[in-house]
């Protein structure tokens, strides 16, 4: 009878050249190929059972104990598909495979006869596992009689060896197919390792026996280790020992609350608390609890309600500052310190595993165990983890790996890829990923699909990883008995011939159809030219662009041309190109230029690739993964990853995108302040130093960049991403400023790591007031008092100059009163002595001529003659002489000349007063 029927694919296309393979019951074996159509036939006895494998070398199916009928043609159609959706080579071993676990694989299902084979790869039982060596080998003893099939696990699945094909175990096969057997060997793409970087004493730890990992909320990498505490940024360690305060010399645990607090499990030394760095000393740890056995903290872990549950001697206990609530048998007491594990999950809910504890979950105050009665495979669980989507992974019993929902237990044994040993360390990465270390042996990875184990260049070591844990960078830690690995994963990925890639290099494309309509290219001896679509337009080096050759050529978001030429960087206006400058990165001799989704500019060079986001200039080489071939091309793929090639192959780096912490941020005046809410005014002219330190662990210390700005005012907002008042990016970690200018400021710092990731920015308020003397509240009332009393000098002045005038007007005036005074006087004292001398005459003369009359008959004519001459005397000279006396008398008192004084009180004048004197009363007798 014949068989028959057509070969096709998955879409309904047929399958030429697809390969048949029948194997009948006496182990012969025959091959046939299908037609151009797909079409196939060949002839069997009827009722004969035959194993049935179809396949094209990437594409296959196949039938076990199919069984032909009795009729004369019977049809059986195939549709092949991807057995598993796998990037494996299939061919001869490749050495360097170390790490890929080979399965043996037995179908278990048969088919009805003549039933068209279905596309699916039908599952089967793992019945054996295996590890390959250094060299890639691999073995399976003692196989039992059957039909079997090999796969190997990869990173993300499986590769079959030969599509899956059919393998026949039989003792009494004959030595050809024995040596068949024994030579299966894949072809597979390398496995690269990543990235390791080692950690140890000559880096700052205080021991290279470590025991936990944590990552503070502030991102740094916090270290148990057997000589004290290490905390790393990235940059420097910091330690802490007795010297600082631990009660103990080796911490075996640590945590962070909510409120941001450290503490440290001390073993016998019990809790410790951290106290940072202030203006009251260096930074120093404070014991809390008193030495005791019952007191003998393992391990630590704070929950999201701001309690500490510790891991004691028999004990977990949960501490929320005040109370201690004890759950007592939670786990058989032992003196190891990795045979109980806690973790805490998303929900606040705390797990615990152990020897002879199985899983246990604690809810505040109640105790949940799961047992093997509850579907564990053992009472001996081992490393513990809980993911972030609230799934518990953990060690069960030795080579078995369980995933806990709340409902389901999912195992995974050592027929999946795990190894064969207890499970010392379980850890979940934020991305899906959860790893895994085990005792005596090198740590794997399950990435969902398949385990990768590790190894450090073919050599196992021994009780070496203690604890697993993701940094905040998506880096994954370990900490080991020789120091701390860190495991950078998806960076950079290098992709030669080796991984199937046909060339190793692809030669730059410098033709770029412009938004504008226009046509660019450059030429290797013109350098840019420019099409309009009538004719072509050179610019070389008459228009300014530096060296006729263009090698890359890009247009950026605001319509520029950037361009790469042997020996610079230019923009091009659509006039004329100009070159690029403001950063010391730019590679001398750029080969290519390429703007990414995000509108960044990638420039490669023989030295390396140049990143530019428009504000910072980033920088990848050699000694970040980059091959020291160069970079001849850039692309990207629809994931975001970067692909660079280069004379030996592809390279494939993965940016990150992290939200990176706040630096911090101490002040430097004439002492340094850590606090800067504490920050004293600061004086007009005085220097200040901004220093800032940041966590970062992807980026050399050298490549780290910082920026700055400064605005008026306490404001609590950063000034915009490409605002001018951030100054350019430096590498130094600190900045002086001279104050000049008084008032209310704030200063802003932002870190800048390798992928142009920038941080959230740290603010720092400050105040500069100016100098007592530049003080206006000090001198403006000061210099208003002055300038009163200047003003009121000026017043007074006035008014004394304005006096003294008035004084010597006075004066002026009683000189001339004085003078005119004097005149009169004299006139009036000359004309006094000529009346008086008159009068004298008179007085001399007349009486006489009275008296010498005569004296009998005259008397009364005489008597009478006098009486009339006294009273016009007293009538005309009495009056104005009194006057003449009242002046005199009054110049005589109030003169203050000597002279004058004295003239009054000559002799003259007192003879003239008393002669009138005199004169009165005798003329009044008469």
Request: glycine share 10%.
């Amino acid at each position: 009878m014949v068989v028959h029927g057509k070969i096709i694919d998955a879409s309904g296309n047929p399958l030429a050249g697809a390969r048949l393979q029948v194997r009948r019951p006496n182990d012969v074996e025959e091959s046939l190929t299908a037609n151009s159509s797909g079409e196939y036939a060949f002839m069997i006895m009827p009722f004969e059972r035959l194993d049935l494998f179809v396949t094209t070398g990437e594409l296959s199916s196949y039938r076990l104990g199919f069984l032909a009928t009795a009729e004369l043609q019977q049809r059986l159609d195939w549709t092949l598909a991807d057995p598993e959706k796998t990037p494996a080579v299939l061919g001869s071993a490749v050495p360097g495979s170390a790490g890929v676990s080979p399965a043996l694989r037995s179908e278990t299902r048969r088919r009805d006869a003549g039933a068209p084979s279905t596309p699916q790869f039908p599952a089967g039982m793992v019945v054996a596992t295996a590890l390959t060596d250094d060299q890639g080998h691999f073995n399976f003893p003692n196989v039992k009689s059957g039909k079997y099939q090999v796969c190997a696990q990869i990173p993300g699945g499986r590769a079959w060896l030969d599509t899956g094909r059919i393998l026949y175990a039989n003792p009494e096969a004959s030595d050809d197919e024995r040596t068949q057997l024994a030579n299966l060997d894949f072809r597979l793409a390398p496995f690269t390792q990543r990235h390791w970087k080692r950690f140890g004493v000559p880096d700052g730890l205080p021991s290279a026996e470590v025991i936990r990992v944590m990552f503070a909320q502030d991102g740094a990498a916090w270290f148990t280790t057997a000589g004290g505490i290490a905390r790393f940024d990235g940059f420097e360690f910091s330690n802490l020992s007795r010297t600082e305060g631990l009660p103990v010399v080796a911490a075996l645990g640590i945590a962070q609350t909510r409120d941001g607090d450290l503490w440290f499990a001390c073993g016998l030394g019990g809790l410790a608390r951290y106290l940072p760095a202030d203006s009251a000393g260096p930074a120093r740890a404070v014991a809390v609890s008193e030495p005791s056995l019952n007191n003998f903290v393992k391990e630590l872990r704070s929950t999201p309600d701001g309690a500490l549950w510790e891991r004691r001697r028999g004990d977990v206990v949960r501490y929320d500052g005040k109370l201690e609530t004890v759950f007592t048998n939670a786990y058989p007491d032992d003196e190891y310190l990795n045979h109980a594990h806690l973790a805490v999950g998303p929900d606040g809910r705390v797990w615990l595993s152990g020897r002879g504890s199985g899983l246990v979950r604690f809810d505040r105050t109640n105790m949940t165990r799961l047992t093997p009665k509850d579907g564990l495979l053992s009472l001996d669980t081992g490393g513990l983890s809980v993911a972030p989507d609230g799934a518990v992974w953990f060690g069960d019993g030795p080579g078995a790996l369980t995933r806990y929902d709340r409902t389901n237990l999912t195992h995974f044994t050592t027929r999946d890829g795990v190894p064969s040993r207890r499970i010392v360390a379980v850890h979940a990465t934020p991305r899906g990923r959860v790893w895994l270390t085990t005792a005596n042996g090198p740590p794997c990875r399950y990435d969902g699909r398949s385990f990768v184990h590790f190894t450090e260049q073919g050599r196992v070591k021994a009780n070496d990883f203690e604890e697993i844990q993701a940094g905040p960078d998506g880096a994954t830690w370990f900490a080991r008995q020789t120091g701390v690995y860190r495991y950078e994963e998806d960076a950079l990925t290098r992709f030669s011939v080796a991984d199937g890639l046909p060339e190793a290099s692809v030669p730059p494309s410098v033709l770029l159809p412009a938004r504008d309509g226009k046509l660019y290219l450059g030429s290797t001896t013109n350098g840019l030219v420019r099409f309009d679509g009538k004719k072509f337009e050179a610019f070389d080096d008459q228009n300014s662009l530096s060296g006729g050759y263009v090698s890359g050529l890009v247009q950026a978001a605001d319509g520029l041309l950037w361009l790469t030429t042997r020996h610079a960087i230019a923009r091009f206006d659509g006039r004329a190109p100009s070159p690029v400058g403001g950063s010391k990165l730019i590679p001398g001799a750029p080969y290519v230029i390429f703007r990414d989704a995000e509108g960044e500019m990638w420039i490669g060079s023989g030295d390396g690739v140049v990143r530019f986001d428009g504000l910072t200039w980033s920088a990848l080489d050699e000694e970040d993964g980059l091959a020291p071939s160069g970079v001849r091309r850039i692309a990207q793929d629809g994931t975001g990853a970067m692909w660079f090639s280069r004379t030996s192959g592809l390279i494939r780096y993965r940016p990150v995108r992290v939200s990176l912490p706040a630096p911090t941020v101490s002040v430097q005046l004439d002492q340094l302040y850590r606090d800067v809410s504490q920050l004293p005014k600061v004086l007009a002219g005085h220097l200040m130093t901004f220093k800032y330190a940041a966590v970062e662990f992807r980026t050399r210390p050298a490549r780290l960049l910082h920026r700055y700005a400064i605005v008026s005012g306490h404001q609590t907002d950063a000034p915009a991403k490409t605002n001018a008042l951030w100054l350019a990016p430096d590498s130094a970690q600190q900045f002086a400023r001279r104050t000049n200018k008084a008032g209310a400021y704030t200063f802003f710092a932002q870190m800048i790591d390798r992928d142009l990731n920038y941080s959230a920015p740290a603010g720092v308020h400050f105040e500069i007031v100016p100098p007592w003397f530049a003080n206006a509240f000090i001198m403006v009332p000061s210099g208003g008092a002055l300038l009163g009393l200047v003003g009121w000098a000026f017043v007074a002045q006035s008014l004394v100059i304005r006096r003294k005038r008035e004084a010597d007007k006075l004066r002026e005036e009683m000189a001339d009163r004085d003078r005119e005074a004097r005149a009169r006087l004299e006139k009036e004292i000359g004309e006094r002595e000529q009346a008086q001398e008159y009068f004298q005459s008179l007085v001399e003369n007349v009486p006489v001529m009275v008296y010498r009359s005569d004296l009998e008959g005259r008397t009364t004519f005489i008597n009478q003659l006098g009486s009339e001459f006294l009273a016009n005397m007293s009538h005309e000279i009495r009056t104005p002489m009194n006057a003449i006396l009242g002046f005199s008398e009054l110049l005589r008192t109030q003169m203050a000349a000597s002279k004058d004084r004295n003239y009054f009180r000559s002799r003259r004048a007192r003879k003239g007063s008393n002669c009138w004197q005199r004169l009165i009363p005798s003329c009044r007798t008469a």
